[in-house]
């Protein structure tokens, strides 16, 4: 016996399977594993559920869904089966692309993952390596000032730790830029792409730490805006700077003297000249 549905999945009528083995449909398909699996199950007289690939009648392969019971008389004995079987070919198709969607998207997320871990890689070496020669690290949000990140020594520039100084803002510690003054500031940059000048950064304490900057306009596109500064503490440079400046000012003062005490003889001897003359 065959339903409808039956001859309509496998197109088949009815008069060409009554009385044939099932064999027929799938014999040569399914694979080997799955008929003995069944043959087992059969012969132990219990239900079994499996896939069968099951060949219709135009030559073309489906996947059918099979579960099969023994069917018993009033003495326990087994006079036939019945088998329900549903196509899942399309949906076996779906599930088979949707895995395959599956592993290359996280082929994807692998290696965007590897991507990010490489550049975090870099950015922490070069964060060490600027940490190392002294070189500060600051990333600034342009619309409000805002200090969203520095390392260790951008901190130590503004007397302040990281934790201390991230959310403050570059008014908060450059009392040369206070906030109309950064505006232009941003407004420069952000024509210029790139600018380097001397400032000076205050602790909470007061003291002051003249630094010079190296200013970076990034446009993010979709996000926010980035200036990424990189400063340099010139303490040294600046106290260099006023010595040689002292030194230079000292040797001034001192030639001038030494040239009015070459020059006083000659004065001197034309006073006394003038007053023999009388």
């Known amino acids: 016996y065959v339903n409808a549905a039956f001859t309509r999945i496998s197109g088949y009528a009815a008069g060409e399977v009554l009385g044939r083995s099932a064999a027929m449909l ?4 399914t694979p080997k ?3 003995d699996g069944l043959a087992a199950a059969l012969a132990a007289g219990v239900p079994w559920t499996g896939e069968f690939l099951n060949r219709r009648r135009d030559g073309h392969v489906g996947i059918d869904l099979a579960r099969i019971a023994p069917m018993r008389d009033a ?3 087994i006079t ?3 088998s329900v079987q549903e196509d ?3 949906r076996r198709r779906l599930e088979g692309e949707l ?6 998207l996280e082929a994807l997320v692998d290696e965007r993952t590897n991507q990010l871990r490489a550049a975090n890689e870099r950015l922490s070496a070069t ?3 600027m940490d190392s020669v002294g070189i500060g690290i600051q990333w600034v949000n342009p619309a409000d000032g805002r200090i969203v990140y520095t390392n260790r020594v951008g901190a130590a520039l503004a007397g302040r730790t990281v934790e201390a100084l991230t959310g403050l803002t570059v008014s908060d510690v450059d009392p040369n830029y206070p906030p109309a003054e950064y505006a232009r500031l941003v407004a420069q940059l952000r024509e210029r792409r790139r600018m380097q000048f001397e400032s000076v950064n205050v602790a909470p304490d007061g003291r002051a730490t003249p630094i010079e900057l190296m200013l970076h306009y990034l446009e993010a596109g979709a996000g926010e805006d980035r200036i990424v500064a990189f400063l340099t503490d010139i303490g040294k440079r600046k106290a260099a700077q006023r010595y040689l400046m002292a030194h230079y000012t000292a040797t001034c003062i001192l030639a001038e003297a030494r040239s009015e005490a070459e020059a006083l003889p000659a004065i001197l ?3 006394c000249h003038a007053l023999e003359c009388e």
């Open 269 to 271: 001897s034309s006073i």
């Open 99 to 104: 895995e395959m969607h599956r592993r290359h």
């Open 26 to 29: 799938g014999g040569d398909t």
């Open 33 to 35: 594993a799955t008929l």
């Open 80 to 82: 036939h089966y019945v």
């Open 127 to 129: 964060q060490f390596a």
């Open 75 to 77: 003495k326990g004995r």
């Open 88 to 90: 899942v070919t399309d």
